[in-house]
């Protein structure tokens, strides 16, 4: 498998970043000092390489109609600068991919999870027989960069020299840094505030460099995926795919429930109406000793209910915190839970995420 490198890659090495490979990727894991890039997150304001994610461009008269009668969520009503999450489920109602569905006015971008363009491309394309839709993968040809923490808004506001006020989740502008052309899209990182700032390839470093001269630290993979584990936000590959249901993910603020047929739709309102959700993805916190790792069988009073998918370690205290699969009964805040050979009380379940409450 080819790596690929972002359009960030040059930058991020002129500022002693450390890389490694992330999925098909060569990203920067840090950029020297991992416990300040987690508390600029936390207290001030960090610039993320999110060019991982894939991006697809969908224009003609039938996209949103299409994507409609395809996914979970209502987004055929979506005007120019809103948006909205979707899954686009199999007949059997498991996860194809979560796709953030915004619409920009001129075209409609789909992003997707990490390496999932094509997958979703392919998906979409079996199921256009005479609608007006064109797809069109963008990833290559652009660069999204994350601005997450509390400063963020104000930091983007700058550079951008626009009112972000107003800027609801999931809603976009166009915007115009330095006089080069940018997307800007509100996407909270979990309860922490967050933008996109989708860029062309050739104007990415140029950008970048803007943020870091207003103060932004830059943050790696080792840092953003304590972030996100800490969050209870799930990842394609790990929490996500065609292994899950969006019930089980916790996805229920991406499903309408009451939009019409969708693929996989009777699956899911079966589940929902009838309470068959066998397992559910929990939080966990995990002692900072334990020899635990992912993809290691929970228990629960002896017996296996599950296992543990995300495991990271926080840098500035050294906690362990996870995320996995149990079944429905030890799904409950504050019970614990073993490691299969390993203490039976060892591992609190600390949370439910619920991406879109």
Same mark, same amino acid.
């Given at each position: 498998m080819t790596t690929l490198r972002t359009p960030i890659h040059k930058a991020a090495e002129a500022s002693g970043a450390t890389f490694g490979q992330w999925r098909q990727w060569e990203l920067p894991l840090s950029y020297g000092d991992v416990k300040a890039e987690y508390i600029s997150a936390k207290e001030g304001v960090v610039l993320h390489d999110a060019s991982y994610l894939g991006r697809v461009k969908a224009t003609g008269a039938d996209v949103l109609d299409l994507l409609n009668r395809l996914s979970t969520n209502r987004v055929d009503h979506l005007g120019p600068g809103e948006g909205a999450p979707t899954i686009l489920?199999?007949?059997?109602?498991?996860?194809?991919?979560?796709?953030?569905?915004?619409?920009?006015g001129p075209y409609v971008l789909l992003l997707t999870s990490p390496g999932a363009e094509e997958t979703v491309?392919?998906?979409?394309?079996?199921?256009?027989?005479?609608?007006?839709?064109?797809?069109?993968?963008?990833?290559?040809?652009? @660069? =999204?960069?994350? %601005?997450?923490? +509390?400063?963020a808004r104000g930091t983007l506001e700058t550079l951008t020299e626009t009112s972000l006020g107003d800027l609801g989740p999931f809603r976009s502008l166009p915007a115009?840094?330095?006089?080069?052309?940018?997307?800007?899209?509100?996407?909270?990182?979990?309860?922490?505030?967050?933008?996109?700032?989708?860029?062309?390839?050739?104007?990415?470093?140029?950008?970048?460099k803007m943020i870091t001269d207003l103060g932004a630290t830059p943050v790696g993979m080792e840092a953003w995926e304590a972030l996100r584990v800490e969050a209870g936000i799930p990842a394609y590959g790990k929490e996500m795919g065609?292994?899950?249901?969006?019930?089980?993910v916790g996805l229920i603020g991406s499903i309408d429930f009451d939009k019409g047929c969708y693929i996989g739709q009777e699956v899911i309102a079966r589940l929902d109406t009838y309470d068959k959700v066998q397992r @559910? =993805?929990?939080? %966990?916190?995990? +002692?900072?000793?334990?020899k635990a790792q992912e993809g290691d069988k929970l228990t629960y009073e002896g017996k296996e209910v599950g296992s543990i998918t995300s495991l990271a370690r926080v840098p500035t205290d050294g906690r362990?915190?996870?995320?996995?699969?149990?079944?429905?009964?030890?799904?409950?805040?504050?019970?614990?839970?073993?490691?299969?050979g390993g203490d039976d009380r060892s591992i609190e379940v600390s949370g439910l995420p619920r991406l879109f409450s």
């Open positions: 489920t199999s007949e059997r109602g498991r996860i194809i991919d979560l796709v953030y569905t915004l619409n920009l491309m392919q998906w979409l394309d079996k199921y256009t027989i005479m609608e007006d839709s064109t797809l069109e993968d963008l990833t290559s040809r652009t @660069t =999204l960069i994350t %601005l997450a923490g +509390p400063k115009s840094p330095g006089g080069l052309e940018a997307t800007v899209i509100r996407m909270d990182i979990g309860a922490r505030p967050g933008f996109h700032l989708m860029v062309s390839a050739e104007d990415a470093e140029a950008i970048w065609e292994a899950y249901n969006p019930l089980e @559910t =993805l929990v939080s %966990l916190k995990v +002692p900072n000793d334990a362990l915190v996870g995320l996995g699969y149990v079944r429905a009964h030890a799904a409950v805040v504050g019970i614990r839970l073993g490691l299969a």
